[in-house]
């Protein structure tokens, strides 16, 4: 049973894996049209929002039509699949790890408890006053407990920035839809840790975690807002750190209780020092496991399907080749009416595809107050610089055009 959000960008690349697996499909998703076209087995409507009627739903649905796993696909699914997974005995996260590690200030809670390296936090409450803010360490980070894709994440440096900030997310949760994401004011202030950042991704099988890739973010975060660009892999750390990063990840899994499926986690460090930034218990967002091919061309969704079906993994890692992805986010607000350059882009030695994931016509906002990917340039070539700059080319030749 795959979990699909209606608008999620991973359904076709979900979908195509489990039909190479030759698995019979059941999508659940809030509106059944969601995903026509494509050919699941079986529909089952689902209200994502209340985990507990999901489970409910899918203990009558397997009286008829049984089912061997299930995978929330991201972030907005996790919850429903934890759910419906315990009620099952299927294996998955347990519900409680699952909301933890989607709960930024729990998450540091449980992490600082467990001596996890991590930015040092505190709890504050919206609004910010200047009082609060002569208390404050510069620079430090404000963030949403609830947000993801870098909405709502602004770097403070200074007393007048940290109120301007805190009146910035207020504004930002005010016309949230969702009511558990406009909270009750409370956000996270951690101190600002500098350095070069990674992600890792991963599957936790029985509590180890097996690292599948890791990619570097080259061009660098400094804030006031964190728009990610590019991501390549594999990493330039010495192997010795990798081992470091690896170790700490599995803690940070271990403390908050993921044991079972796929994580997303990133990581900063700077030479002596790494802390855990985030660690999220789904994959990579947007279509950026496109990126990631394993053995014989096998992607990231065949591996987490494989491990939700509990059937083995395949034993070769990714290919040799380096690749990467350049996020393409909104400059600035207004209506989104296409790329200028596009065949330019596409043209480029060791590009390999350039996505548009927006329609013409689509009201859009920048970070931090709109996480949305106008599009995706994928690249691969045979060192990770080559590819970056592969990336970077790509980008230079288009014109995102917003009136
Ligand atoms: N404490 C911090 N110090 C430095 N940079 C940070 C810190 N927290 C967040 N960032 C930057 O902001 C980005 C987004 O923050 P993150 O906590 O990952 O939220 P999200 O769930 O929106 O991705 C990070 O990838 C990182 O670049
Ligand atoms: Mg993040």
Not at 95 to 124: H, N, W, Y
Not at 166 to 172: A, L, S, T
Not at 175 to 200: F, M, S, T
Request: contains cysteine.
């Amino acid at each position: 049973m795959l979990l699909i959000p209606t608008t999620s960008y991973r359904t076709e690349d979900f979908l195509n894996a489990a039909s190479n697996l030759g698995a019979q499909v059941t999508v659940a998703s809030e509106e059944p049209s969601s995903v026509a076209g494509l050919s699941p087995t079986r529909f089952l409507t689902l209200d994502f929002s209340d985990p507990e009627s999901c489970a409910a739903a899918a203990r009558e649905f397997v009286k008829e039509h049984p089912i061997r796993g299930v995978v929330g696909v991201d972030d907005r699914t996790t919850r429903a699949a934890a759910a419906i997974a315990e009620s099952l005995s299927l294996p998955q996260n347990p519900p409680l790890a699952v909301e933890i590690a989607q709960d930024k200030l729990l998450t540091r809670r449980c992490l600082g408890e467990a001596g996890i390296s991590q930015p040092r936090f505190r709890e504050m409450k919206l609004p910010l006053s200047s009082a609060e803010g002569e208390e404050i360490e510069f620079p430090c980070v404000l963030k949403p407990l609830h947000l993801s894709g870098g909405a709502g994440v602004i770097r403070a440096d200074d007393v007048e920035s940290f109120v301007d900030g805190g009146r910035h997310i207020e504004g930002i949760l005010q016309v949230h839809e969702d009511e558990k994401i406009r909270g009750d004011g409370r956000i996270l202030v951690e101190e600002y840790v500098p350095g070069w950042e990674i992600a890792v991704e991963g599957i936790v099988r029985e509590g180890r975690l097996s690292v599948l890739a890791v990619f570097d973010k080259p061009d660098p975060l400094e804030g006031p807002y964190f728009a990610e660009s590019i991501y390549v892999t594999p990493s330039n750390l010495s192997g010795e750190i990798l081992k470091k990063v690896t170790a700490l990840t599995e803690e940070a899994c271990v403390a908050l209780g993921l044991i079972s499926g796929p994580i997303h986690a990133e990581l900063r460090g700077d030479g002596e020092n790494l802390w855990i930034i985030e660690i999220a218990p789904r994959s990579i967002g947007g279509l950026c496991s496109r990126t990631l091919r394993f053995g014989a061309g096998v992607t990231l969704e065949s591996l987490i399907i494989r491990h939700h079906l509990g059937l083995s993994l395949p034993e070769e890692g990714r290919e040799d080749r380096s690749a990467g992805v350049r996020m393409i986010h909104a400059p600035k607000a207004g209506v989104f009416r296409g790329f200028q350059g596009l065949d330019g882009a596409r043209s480029v030695s060791g590009v390999e595809s350039v996505d548009v994931t927006v329609h013409a016509g689509r009201e859009v906002l920048p970070l931090p107050d709109g996480a949305l990917y106008l599009g995706f340039i994928f690249a691969r070539g045979k060192t990770s610089s080559e590819v970056t700059a592969s990336l970077r080319e790509s980008f230079s030749k288009l014109e995102v055009i917003i009136e």
